[in-house]
């Protein structure tokens, strides 16, 4: 059973940069994502990235500014996020797959960690 934890969340000023962690314990999964959850929106799909973490994709609207990565050494999925803006605010989300690149497909995700909340001010 994979277990997903994600850290480094929190409030930051528009401009501001962040970068998340994602610990896996367990059977860890293949391909990686991150998604997010505005209040009252559906989850959306932010990056995702393969096995060997040498292939990545990314939201049309954080390209440029988020970038995803992975330490396979050391279990860990990480979202630099750059140039914050308040729309960005939103509790992100780790997930896992069995599929070696599961893409931004929600469904091929099989499991997720408990979010981290990001609230960027204006």
């Known amino acids: 059973q994979v277990q997903l934890v994600e850290s480094g969340g929190g409030l930051v000023q528009a401009g501001d940069s962040l970068r998340l962690s994602c610990a896996a314990s367990?059977?860890?999964?293949?391909?990686y994502g991150w998604f997010r959850q505005a209040p009252g929106q559906e989850r959306e799909f932010v990056a995702a990235i393969n096995g060997h973490g040498d292939r990545t994709d990314a939201a049309d609207s954080v390209k440029g500014r988020f970038t995803i990565s992975r330490d396979n050494g050391k279990k860990t999925v990480y979202l630099q996020m750059n140039s914050l803006k308040p729309q960005y605010t939103a509790v992100y989300f780790c997930?896992?797959?069995?599929?070696?690149?599961?893409?931004?497909?929600?469904?091929?995700?099989?499991?997720w960690g408990q979010g981290t909340q990001v609230t960027v001010s204006s």
């Open positions: 367990g059977r860890t999964g293949r391909g």
């Open positions: 997930a896992s797959s069995p599929m070696f690149y599961a893409r931004g497909i929600r469904s091929n995700y099989d499991r």
